[in-house]
């Protein structure tokens, strides 16, 4: 499945942004997603995740409470909705998916096959 990650931007401390990841070329529903930051010098970081049916979310502490993250099967689609946002949110989100992660796995990266090519998300204080 090829993977494209839109939507990022510049916003200021407390603002809210929705990132959306279109999906292509497989059978969508099959796959658990991911979304991922990156920032320079430092490893990928997990942040949110959601099983193949939409029915449980993984979310880091870090972002868990203002980050949520659905999915449209219909769409081929996956979103990130992120409220409340810091300065130490600005990074590079990836959106991820795999057909084969279990569950103790999920906050790898290296667990995910598919990637798209990242969107910068900068926030200001």
């Known amino acids: 499945v090829q993977l494209q990650a839109f939507g990022g931007g510049l916003v200021q401390a407390g603002d809210s942004l929705r990132l959306s990841c279109a999906a292509s070329?497989?059978?969508?529903?099959?796959?658990?997603l991911g979304w991922f930051r990156q920032v320079p010098g430092k490893e990928r970081e997990f942040v949110a995740h959601i099983r193949r049916s939409g029915g449980h979310t993984y979310y880091a502490d870090s972002v868990k409470g203002r980050f949520a993250i659905s999915r449209d099967n219909a769409k081929n689609m996956v979103f990130l909705q992120m409220n409340s946002l810091k300065p130490e949110d600005t990074a590079v989100y990836y959106c991820?998916?795999?057909?084969?992660?279990?569950?103790?796995?999920?906050?790898?990266?290296?667990?995910?096959?598919?990637w798209g090519q990242g969107t910068l998300v900068t926030v200001s204080s």
């Open positions: 991820a998916a795999d057909r084969n992660l279990i569950l103790s796995t999920i906050g790898r990266a290296g667990s995910y096959k598919n």
């Open positions: 070329g497989g059978t969508f529903s099959g796959y658990g």
